[in-house]
């Protein structure tokens, strides 16, 4: 059965620090078990990129770099289109401005 004498207010702030530690505590070491299991799998994805013999490695890459040059293009389209819409409306500023 607990007592039922009231905390102080040391008694609570004490609690509050350790709560606040032991969570801290937890947080970092999240953290850390995340970075190391990433780094774990970059170093997976090396190894085997480096087993596979050369031709396969430039086939790869070749497939990587096109996958690349797709989204280069998509997001030049993207930028030309919001440059045209920028440009319309600043002629619309200067031929409301006019009128």
Do not use: C, H
């Amino acid at each position: 059965m607990a007592s039922k004498i009231p905390l102080t207010k040391q008694q609570k702030w004490r609690g509050g620090v350790w709560a606040v530690a032991f969570a801290a505590v937890i947080m970092v070491g999240t953290l850390t078990g995340a970075q190391l299991k990433s780094d774990k799998q970059k170093e997976e994805a090396i190894r085997e990129f480096r087993e596979i013999t050369p031709s396969e490695q430039i086939a790869m890459l070749e497939r990587q770099r096109s996958t690349l040059v797709e989204q280069q293009t998509a997001l030049q389209r993207k930028l030309d289109v919001f440059k045209e819409r920028a440009q319309e409306r600043q002629q619309e500023k200067e031929n409301a401005k006019k009128a």
